[in-house]
């Protein structure tokens, strides 16, 4: 009898489903993942429909716009992730990485998270000889440190010793769980639900519920509501039900898409501040990787400046 190991198989789907299947839950869409995979939109939809059949559940529901990982997707998707990540450590560890740059990007939580999350895959498959670190804060006031390649900040575009660079002009919109726009379809039922649920808001944008409701002839109740310090807890305690939030509107593209939240008080408020992108021109020898980032990332912004999110504004009777 041979003392050689013996494979004894693992039964594991084919690679490119899992990848498929993984790329589609980040971005809740097939289009989104097959510009990331370099596939087209029909191969990422057959490789993930590959994979349900080998599992025998469904893993999405196909809602018109999006995607929405039902209970086995949610189930499976974490441990995928977790063996992906497992993968490309062993990789890195047995084989290195010192052929990639590190660009180091500085940006407010919320916009890595809720905007640029969406996006910079498509960067780093145009680019994978740059690995891209990114450093999160909640309030961008301070110098970042020299390490710094990229800085995103929210404000007014004046920061001396730094060129700006418009990225997202800022207008916020009242976004609410999708159980309670019915209650605000009503002017009544605005003013009933103000009275026995928080109107949320993050710091520093207080008077936005009062511009909101004003042109509807609603005073706002005289409580603080719930105040939060970022525009994703205002989001997830608006996606819990907690009550109504007013938020930047390119920071609720997701959650709208996926059909987590709703738009529930029509038309935008706009605010005097934008997401810019800041650079030392003149200071330091330019990195030409940021420089690529630069180009890159205003191009994205370019392509919807407003950061509107698309579908019919909510009516109130």
Not at 4 to 15: A, D, E, F, W
Not at 94 to 112: N, Q, Y
Request: hydrophobic share 40%; with cysteine.
């Amino acid at each position: 009898m041979s003392d050689t190991l013996q494979p004894t198989g693992y039964h594991l789907p084919p690679l490119p489903w899992l990848r498929a299947f993984e790329a589609a839950a980040r971005h809740s869409s097939f289009t989104a993942a097959a510009e990331e995979l370099n596939l087209t939109q029909a191969a990422v939809s057959h490789q993930v429909r590959s994979l349900e059949k080998h599992l025998g559940v469904t893993l999405f529901e196909r809602l018109p716009r999006s995607l929405r990982l039902t209970e086995m997707g949610a189930a499976y998707l974490p441990p995928l992730r977790r063996s992906f990540g497992e993968l490309a450590a062993a990789t890195a560890g047995l084989f290195g990485t010192s052929s990639k740059r590190t660009l180091t990007i500085r940006a407010p939580i919320s916009f890595l998270g809720l905007w640029l999350s969406r996006r910079i895959p498509s960067f780093l498959a145009a680019h994978p000889e740059i690995s891209i670190r990114l450093v999160s804060v909640v309030w961008s006031h301070t110098d970042p440190d020299e390490a710094t390649d990229i800085d995103i900040r929210l404000g007014d575009g004046i920061w001396p010793g730094y060129t700006a660079y418009l990225l997202l002009q800022s207008s916020s919109i009242a976004v609410c769980h999708p159980d309670l726009v019915k209650d605000m379809s009503t002017k009544e039922g605005i003013e009933q639900l103000i009275r026995r649920m928080p109107l949320i808001h993050v710091t520093g944008y207080e008077n936005l519920w009062h511009r909101f409701l004003k042109p509807l002839g609603i005073n706002p109740p005289n409580s603080e509501g719930l105040n939060t310090d970022t525009s994703i807890a205002a989001l997830e305690y608006a996606a819990a039900g907690v009550g109504p939030a007013v938020v930047l509107s390119c920071l609720a593209e997701t959650a709208l898409s996926t059909g987590r939240l709703v738009r529930c008080l029509p038309g935008t408020v706009s605010i005097e501040q934008g997401h810019y992108l800041l650079t030392t021109e003149g200071k330091r020898r330019p990195n030409p990787d940021a420089v690529k980032f630069r180009q890159w990332l205003l191009d994205e912004a370019a392509k919807n400046p407003l950061s509107i999110p698309a579908g019919p504004e909510p009516v109130i009777t």
